[in-house]
């Protein structure tokens, strides 16, 4: 049974950091591209990075460019988001996913696999 499970969430103030984590189990990751999606109140899932299982490639939404780092540890099978200086606005859940496929695509609808999400909120 696949399973992806995410952690690191947590409530922080603005300008500090929070590394998530996408931890799964009955898949080998590193065969999968991985994204990480946000959904606030009332708004739509959109996706915030993704890192592609053929060669590594990164991608982020413009408004975490410079602030969010994606990354990969294969032997551990885990997916990282660090995010940094983080704004009221990154408040939302957030989800990863993975796709069985090498490269990333950018809908919601295109990932096979979803964790259960783990909940942001920045405020002072």
């Known amino acids: 049974q696949v399973q992806l499970v995410e952690s690191g969430g947590g409530l922080v103030q603005p300008g500090e950091s929070l590394r998530l984590s996408c931890a799964a189990s009955?898949?080998?990751?590193?065969?999968?591209?991985v994204g990480w999606f946000r959904q606030a109140p009332g708004k739509e899932r959109e996706g915030v990075s993704c890192?592609?299982?053929?060669?590594?490639?990164?991608y982020y939404a413009d408004s975490v460019k410079g602030r969010f780092t994606i990354s990969r540890d294969n032997a551990k099978n885990t997916v990282y988001l660090q995010m940094n200086k983080l704004k009221p606005e990154d408040t939302a859940v957030y989800y990863c996913?993975?796709?069985?496929?090498?490269?990333?695509?950018?809908?919601?609808?295109?990932?096979?696999?979803w964790g259960q999400g783990t909940q942001v909120t920045v405020s002072s």
């Open positions: 996913a993975a796709l069985k496929l090498e490269w990333c695509l950018p809908g919601v609808n295109d990932y096979d696999y």
């Open positions: 009955g898949l080998t990751l590193g065969n999968y591209a």
């Open positions: 890192i592609s299982a053929s060669d590594g490639s990164t």
